[in-house]
């Protein structure tokens, strides 16, 4: 009789965590907090530097990071952008070109 009742009991509070748990308040208590979405800003900037010999579109990216984490095919678009003649030609020492840079300069939030 005494493990009739135990099994009862079990089922019956079984029952009660997952009526509780896919319904009741622990679910809605995850939304009661409003969570702000933030969007980092950044700027473009650029910095022109002169070539020497051996240098690489991906060694001067490297000599010059960015501030902000950027993909390294993202930033060398930008690279392209800002000079369309390498594109068609390797670097010659001596030159000035521009690297891009990226600062942080804001952060927008919405509720």
């Known amino acids: 009789m005494r493990f009739l009742l135990f099994t009862i009991l079990f089922f019956l509070v079984a029952t009660v965590i997952k009526i509780d748990l896919t319904e009741g308040t622990v679910p809605l208590a995850a939304f009661s907090i409003e969570q702000k979405q933030c969007e980092d800003q950044y700027s473009l900037q650029k910095v022109t530097v002169q070539t ?27 690279f392209y952008k800002l000079n369309p003649h390498l594109q068609n030609q390797s670097i010659v020492p001596g030159e000035y070109i521009e ?4 600062k942080k300069s804001s952060e927008i939030c919405s509720n």
């Open 52 to 78: 020497t010999q051996g240098d690489t579109v991906q060694s001067l990216l490297a000599i010059y990071p960015s501030e902000v984490d950027i993909s390294f095919p993202e930033r060398l678009s930008y």
């Open 99 to 102: 690297i891009p840079m990226f």
